[in-house]
């Protein structure tokens, strides 16, 4: 037990010198870092999600029967597609509702800014 004090002891006093701060304060600025790097899953086919919903919206005609639920399920099957293609695998359950939860997200953001009912932009023309 006495061995262990001392060990701990030493360590305290290690800590406490100039260089044993930097190093912590470096241990944790890389940690912390590291920890907001991490991006949902998501987040990484964000683009395909914003893609798949104009996509929906497009392809799933206003007088569908429950239109939103049909154009959730096209832009769903589209990101999941994209993401087996990418990954060589089905996705998880756990996945697959992280992905849920982005094209919600995702579909309410757009929604706010008006980029749903915004008609599309016309090419510019060319003149020879």
């Known amino acids: 037990m ?7 002891t030493w360590l305290w ?7 044993g ?38 392809l799933i005609p206003d007088d569908t029967e429950n239109r939103s639920m049909a154009r959730f399920d096209q832009a769903m099957q589209f990101v999941l597609e994209v993401f087996e293609e990418r990954n060589k695998r089905e996705p998880t359950a756990a996945e697959k509702t992280i992905l849920e939860e982005g094209i919600n997200l995702k579909h309410n953001e ?6 749903l009912t915004a008609p599309a932009p016309t090419p510019p023309v060319v003149e020879s």
Request: hydrophobic share 50%; no cysteine.
């Open 21 to 58: 701060i930097t190093f912590t304060a470096g241990l944790l600025l890389y940690l912390l870092n590291r920890l907001y790097a991490a991006k949902p899953l998501w987040q990484q086919y964000e683009g395909t999600i914003v893609s798949a919903i104009r996509t929906a919206e497009k």
């Open 2 to 8: 006495k061995i262990v004090i001392e060990i701990v």
């Open 13 to 19: 006093q290690l800590l406490n010198t100039p260089a």
């Open 110 to 115: 757009l929604s706010v800014e008006g980029a």
